[in-house]
């Protein structure tokens, strides 16, 4: 009796530990552009769901600069996964595209269309979209 409580004891626990779902780490994400359209505003896209305008920088952005960043720039805020990103303008005509994947460890952007930077700092990350 008592190595059937023990294994039902086991299991439980196990199936427990297994059926958690463990929460990655929230990462802070600053989109912005140096690329200035007068006829049209870019707007982001991840997973196909809209995110906001893509606002304009005149200079390159880097951490020494995140507190202007902060204040101007579109912010996100995702957990560890792998998101599809397009910049559209107004018209809906696609500037650039790609795809941001990170994890705990590696992080990487891939421009499909367009150009797309990425720099990266404990959990903040900049991302510049520039198009033609």
Avoid: W
Wanted: proline residues 2%; glycine residues 4%; positive net charge.
């Amino acid at each position: 009796m008592k190595s059937i409580i023990k294994t039902l004891a086991i299991f439980t626990s196990f199936f427990f530990l297994v059926s958690c779902k463990k929460e990655g780490a929230t990462y802070n994400i600053y989109v912005y552009t140096t690329r200035y359209d007068e006829v049209s505003t870019i707007f982001l896209n991840l997973n196909d769901q809209p995110k906001g305008e893509i606002p304009y920088f005149a200079q390159k952005q880097s951490f020494e600069t995140l507190d202007s960043l902060k204040a101007k720039a579109l912010v996100l805020h995702l957990n560890y996964g792998k998101y599809p990103i397009t910049a559209r303008d107004r018209f809906n005509n696609i500037k650039a595209d790609g795809n941001l994947k990170f994890k705990r460890r590696n992080t990487d952007l891939t421009a499909i269309i367009g150009e797309m930077l990425i720099a990266t700092k404990d959990k903040d990350i900049i991302i510049e979209i520039n198009y033609k």
